[in-house]
């Protein structure tokens, strides 16, 4: 089965390809069909967003079409940044590091103890006969107060994650592909595509 990531990114549809090539499922990039498509995210949820991206590529490409959201969810933030981590702030001229540091900034006041946090990651299938198969995938950790680690991105540095003893930006990307929260969507997808006969239980 041939089916359509939702991204420019070629480094992701690598990850996912090497997860799900056991299925027999074959990954392309949108733009390798000739399709350049931004999506305005408006949900107000991983769900909604992970959804409105795979339905919008699905039906601009006729061909099944996978998507991701994910982000930061700090808990004394009340779930904040959130779907919004990408856009933090909404200041055009924050780039991934003004962004980390608005983040620190936000939470100074918040005292050790109640700065935990999770990565959050919603992959959502989306076929043209109408089914829909959606997952998520969790990391949990801690909010710290300083960036520590050169690997990475976004909110890496500052996401310790207590079974390793290190932030995500710390590990190695094998290490991180082990425990991500994408890992952890990608496997549960993985699992439940088993479930569901795209390959020999």
């Given at each position: ?5 939702a ?8 990850e996912?390809?090497k997860?799900l090539?056991?299925?027999?499922i ?23 967003n ?16 996978l998507a991701?959201?994910?982000g930061?969810?700090?808990?004394a933030?009340n779930?904040?940044?959130g779907v ?18 608005l ?18 990651c919603?992959?959502?299938?989306a076929c043209?006969?109408?089914r ?6 969790e990391?949990h ?12 991105f ?12 290190r932030?995500?930006?710390q590990l190695?990307?094998?290490?991180k592909n082990q425990?991500?929260h994408?890992a952890?969507?990608?496997a549960?997808?993985?699992e ?10």
């Amino acid at each position: 089965m041939k089916v359509v990531l939702a991204s420019k990114n070629p480094h992701k549809l690598v990850e996912i390809e090497k997860i799900l090539a056991p299925l027999g499922i074959e990954m392309v990039l949108e733009s390798q069909l000739g399709v350049d498509i931004e999506v305005e995210e408006t949900g107000t949820t991983f769900e909604e967003n992970s959804l409105l991206k795979a339905k919008t590529v699905m039906e601009a490409t006729g061909l099944p079409a996978l998507a991701d959201d994910s982000g930061i969810a700090v808990d004394a933030l009340n779930g904040a940044p959130g779907v919004y981590s990408a856009r933090y702030g909404f200041d055009d001229t924050l780039d991934d590091w003004g962004r980390l540091l608005l983040l620190l900034k936000n939470t100074e006041s918040v005292p050790d103890g109640k700065r935990q946090a999770q990565f959050v990651c919603v992959i959502t299938l989306a076929c043209p006969d109408g089914r829909v198969v959606q997952v998520r995938g969790e990391a949990h950790g801690i909010l710290t107060r300083e960036a520590k680690g050169e690997g990475g991105f976004g909110y890496d540095p500052i996401f310790y994650y207590p079974p390793l003893g290190r932030t995500f930006a710390q590990l190695s990307p094998e290490e991180k592909n082990q425990v991500s929260h994408r890992a952890r969507a990608l496997a549960a997808l993985y699992e439940k595509l088993k479930e569901d006969g795209y390959a020999d239980k």
